[in-house]
T-cell receptor, first 114, second 111 residues
Framework: DARVTQTPRHKVTEMGQEVTMRCQPI?????VFWYRQTMMQGLELLAY????????DSGMPKDRFSAEMPDATLATLKIQPSEPRDSAVYFC????????????FGPGTRLLVL | QKEVEQDPGPLSVPEGAIVSLNCTYS??????FMWYRQYSRKGPELLMY????GNKEDGRFTAQVDKSSKYISLFIRDSQPSDSATYLC???????????FGQGTELSVKP
């Protein structure tokens, strides 16, 4: 069945290193969301795209985070340089782009920055 | 004040109990309300979705919105151990997919 895929599933890195997370949305979905989940802050929207164009990235720290959609089947979230406070689970979700809609979440990337 | 507030629990109930999960929200203009369920180490999945006020029922689950008090609820009847998960309420901030989530309530249903 169709599902959102994310790679890597787990990542351990050292402070200062670049981290790239990838997401493949469900085929035919034109909206992609990036979320971060921590115990303290819960699930927070970082950025989202519709038809590959960024709609809102107000939740994303601009100095170190960047999100892109090189094509309709791939979304990336990069952190450079990474910091220990970036340790979290990062989720990608996709949807059909019909206003309020069901968002289908991937399994997440668990990031630990030492 | 956060836009959506939710008691994180944890909440532990015996099998068969009625569970009530609640959230409050800050802006009376919000119209779309959702409940997502998240099993341990998985991504959230949509459970129920309501528009404006009133109730919506789906099997053992009922979602309720009280716009006068800015309160949303999820009721689970005849709770099962398989209902053990974290339940997140969410509002659609701009009616265009920008979701704001509550903290999530961790529920454990004991056999």
């Amino acid at each position: 069945d169709a599902r959102v895929t994310q790679t890597p599933r787990h990542k351990v890195t050292e402070m200062g290193q670049e981290v790239t997370m990838r997401c493949q949305p469900i085929l035919g979905h034109n909206t992609v969301f990036w979320y971060r989940q921590t115990m303290m802050q819960g699930l927070e929207l970082l950025a989202y795209f519709r038809n590959r164009a960024p709609l809102d990235d107000s939740g994303m720290p601009k100095d170190r985070f960047s999100a892109e959609m090189p094509d309709a089947t791939l979304a990336t979230l990069k952190i450079q340089p990474s910091e220990p406070r970036d340790s979290a689970v990062y989720f990608c979700a996709s949807g059909l782009g019909q206003g309020t809609e069901t968002q289908y979440f991937g399994p997440g990337t668990r990031l630990l920055v030492l | 004040q956060k836009e959506v507030e939710q008691d994180p629990g944890p909440l532990s109930v015996p099998e068969g109990a009625i569970v009530s999960l609640n959230c409050t929200y800050s802006n009376s203009a919000f119209q779309y309300f959702m409940w997502y369920r998240q099993y341990s180490r998985k991504g959230p999945e949509l459970l129920m979705y309501t528009y404006s006020s009133g109730n919506k029922e789906d099997g053992r689950f009922t979602a309720q919105v009280d716009k006068s008090s800015k309160y949303i609820s999820l009721f689970i009847r005849d709770s099962q151990p398989s209902d053990s998960a974290t339940y997140l309420c969410a509002i659609d901030y701009n009616q265009g997919g920008k979701l704001i989530f509550g903290q999530g309530t961790e529920l454990s249903v004991k056999p």
